[in-house]
């Protein structure tokens, strides 16, 4: 891709808090106006949905990675620049992986977590260098942080985490460091 890219991984819900749909709202409009393209999970609901409505009203590019299961429960946003269908899960991960230049994890559940750890992993083993932002609106990945800390001070991790996760309270914040 000419463009940076950058894989959002995020939840398919909206979650409970008001500030990751605005966190996610942002995020898109600061993507479009930097002419990055968003490569992300395909849905049209949640967070996910916000950012990826927010970039194409933007004017930004938009490609959606989802696996054929949930197109047919009639999950995907079909209003973006690119939609590519694949097989499964572990398909869409690497696709997704392949197509970016760094991930931003903003809240989500399960398959968020999935995805972050997937990636965390893969850099830590050195099969990429991907820049890997956790966004950590509202302080909800504050028990992750706490977690990954004693992760370190118990000797778990060969090296330290902060070295590979940058972790900013909003998308300005990531983007002002990006410009420094």
């Not at 992300?40 to 609901?45: I, T």
């Not at 990675?65 to 590519?84: A, C, M, W």
């Not at 778990?156 to 420094?180: A, C, G, T």
């Amino acid at each position: 891709m000419s463009q940076k890219s950058v894989a959002v991984f995020c939840g398919s819900r909206g979650g409970d808090n008001p500030i990751y749909i605005t966190h996610a709202i942002e995020l898109g409009e600061i993507l479009a106006r930097n002419q990055m393209t968003i490569i992300y999970g395909g849905g049209k609901r949640g967070i996910m949905g916000a950012l990826s409505d927010t970039a194409m009203k933007n004017g930004g590019t938009v490609i959606g990675v989802i696996p054929d299961f949930l197109l047919q429960k009639g999950h995907t946003n079909t209003d973006v620049t690119e939609l590519r269908i694949v097989k499964d899960m572990h398909e869409r991960k690497r696709i997704m992986y392949e197509l970016c230049s760094m991930a931003i994890i903003m809240p989500g559940g399960l398959g968020t977590m999935d995805e972050l750890f997937e990636m965390i992993t893969w850099n830590s083993l050195k099969i990429h260098n991907k820049k890997i932002v956790l966004l950590n609106s509202g302080n909800y990945y504050q028990p992750l942080i706490t977690l990954l800390d004693e992760m370190q001070n118990s000797m778990f991790l060969h090296e330290k985490w902060r070295e590979r996760i940058l972790v900013f309270n909003s998308p300005d914040e990531i983007f002002s460091l990006e410009k420094s």
